[in-house]
């Protein structure tokens, strides 16, 4: 992919090698025409995690939804944290230690 595009922006021919405003667009729009055209990621691939059953067949749906409840402790946890109480909820943090431990 690379090699086209470096052979597509070779080939591509320039107006005019004066900068100017209207140059400039045209040129980083052609630019951006060449890069989604040469190095263009399908939508399929965005759609995967890292927790999908097609790459990681042995996790199930139900490790997948403990993930979940623990990313929700941990997140409800956080949020309890700030500048003057550095630990935050001490309940909260002990359910999502308690969690984690039993995933």
């Known amino acids: 992919n690379?090699?086209?595009?470096i052979d597509?922006?070779?080939q591509t021919q320039y107006e005019s090698?004066?900068?100017s405003e209207d140059n400039f667009v045209k040129f980083t729009e052609k630019l951006k025409q060449?890069?989604?055209?040469?190095f263009?990621?399908?939508s399929e691939a965005f759609k995967r995690s890292k927790r999908n059953l097609l790459v990681n067949p042995w996790i199930t749906p139900g490790?997948?939804?403990s993930v979940k409840?623990?990313?929700f402790y941990y997140r409800q946890w956080k949020r309890s944290t700030n500048k003057s109480y550095l630990m935050g909820d001490i309940e909260l943090y002990n359910i999502y230690s308690n969690f984690r431990?039993?995933?």
């Open 17 to 19: 090698l004066k900068y």
């Open 101 to 103: 431990r039993e995933l």
């Open 2 to 5: 690379l090699n086209k595009f």
């Open 63 to 65: 490790i997948i939804a």
């Open 34 to 38: 060449l890069i989604d055209a040469n």
């Open 8 to 10: 597509d922006v070779s």
């Open 69 to 71: 409840k623990k990313e």
């Open 40 to 42: 263009k990621i399908e």
